[in-house]
């Protein structure tokens, strides 16, 4: 009979390291994020990422107010040495009764798991992380989809991905210097002014009482609402207009039906999730996916990824109306986190939690 060596026990240590909100922007201002992103959308579209259903759990607070936990997990670049290999998840919650208690709407952790024991390694804060792909998201479709030129740019909606939806416009767009801006709540469009004048930002801020007008103001329009009644119709969009459809539900139906071209993030991701706009369309058959087009109805031209890849062509609005709507995709707060956690690594950023503590 042989008798198997049993290994020793590995030390009995479970170390990951803490980023907080400060330590990631550090490290974030260390990097390109568009670069960083857009490294994603390719190894997207190429298939060399995972992206499992979302876990969503919605409740009501004692308030009254919509509280939700969304759980994302995602992995990017196994089989695509142009990336690196990340496992991970975002787990993001909100209150709508959080802001008038003056605290963020939205907030959570995002983890980076460790390839080989699966153990989480990271676990970062990820609110400022999240706008930070959203934005950088919006960056890149700006880029390959948005005006040739543009210098003013329309905010519908003032918190915090507004915030750094202004950071990321001045640092890649630095011909802008016009910020339309409007707020359901006044009181939050004047804060966001109030912050800009207080910032470095070269920004004049321009208040608009109805979102028609802030819309009708600019070409480039990004919606950073929490609305889930849409309100902007093809009539306010100027000819040439391009919108970047972030928060997802202000467009109303007749936008998509008239769109010059209509981009997403992923197909599946906006289709399974009829609660908004683009996905019950699609369900209903009144905007149709890529690859079925019927003269007459709306077909969404691709992925951003694709674009990115040049399987799909990119189409700049003419005189008609270009929208992006990303649905939203863990792979690229994933794949965000793992540069910002080589910049942490290097720089010796963060703080190492042991979950075992004295239980060894
Ligand atoms: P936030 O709560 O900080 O700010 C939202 C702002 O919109 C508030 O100031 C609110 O008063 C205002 N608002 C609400 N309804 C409005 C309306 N009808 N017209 C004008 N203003 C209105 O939220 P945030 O963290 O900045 O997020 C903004 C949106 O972006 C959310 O809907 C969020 O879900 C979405 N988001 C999308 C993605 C994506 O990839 N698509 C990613 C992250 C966040």
Not at 159 to 169: D, S
Not at 280 to 302: C, D, F, N, Q, Y
């Amino acid at each position: 009979m042989t008798i198997q060596a049993v290994p020793e026990p590995a030390t009995r240590t479970e170390h990951l390291l803490f980023l907080d909100r400060a330590a990631v922007r550090t490290c974030a201002a260390g990097i390109d994020p568009v670069a960083a992103v857009e490294d994603v959308l390719r190894a997207h579209a190429a298939g060399h990422t995972a992206l499992p259903a979302e876990g969503y759990l919605p409740w009501a607070n004692s308030h009254g107010a919509y509280c939700r936990s969304i759980a994302m997990l995602g992995s990017v670049g196994a089989a695509d040495p142009t990336v690196p290999t990340a496992y991970g998840m975002k787990l993001i919650n909100a209150a709508t009764s959080n802001p008038a208690q003056g605290r963020e709407r939205a907030g959570g952790v995002s983890f980076l798991f460790d390839p080989e024991t699966a153990r989480p390694a990271v676990v970062a804060e990820a609110a400022y992380l999240s706008a930070l792909r959203t934005g950088a998201y919006t960056m890149s479709s700006l880029r390959h989809l948005g005006p040739e030129r543009f210098q003013e740019v329309t905010l519908i909606g003032c918190g915090a991905q507004a915030r750094t939806h202004a950071e990321l416009l001045a640092r890649y767009f630095p011909d802008v210097r016009t910020l339309h801006v409007h707020d359901l709540l006044p009181e939050r469009a004047s804060a966001f002014a109030s912050w800009v004048e207080g910032s470095e930002l070269p920004f004049t801020v321009v208040p608009h009482g109805r979102a028609a007008e802030a819309a009708a103001a600019s070409t480039v329009v990004i919606t950073l609402t929490i609305t889930d009644t849409g309100y902007l119709s093809p009539d306010h969009l100027r000819p040439g207009t391009f919108v970047a459809h972030v928060s997802l539900d202000d467009l109303l139906p007749e936008v998509f039906d008239r769109a010059q071209a209509l981009y997403v993030d992923d197909v599946e991701l906006v289709r399974d999730n009829p609660r908004r706009v683009l996905g019950r369309l699609l369900g209903e058959g009144r905007v149709l996916a890529p690859g079925t087009p019927k003269p007459g109805t709306s077909t969404i031209r691709g992925t951003l990824g694709d674009v990115l890849t040049a399987a799909v062509p990119a189409e700049r609005p003419g005189t008609g109306v270009v929208v992006s709507n990303p649905f939203g995709m863990a792979v690229l707060d994933v794949g965000l986190l793992a540069r910002v956690y080589a910049r942490a690594a290097a720089d010796g950023h963060g703080t190492r939690l042991d979950l075992l503590g004295a239980d060894r």
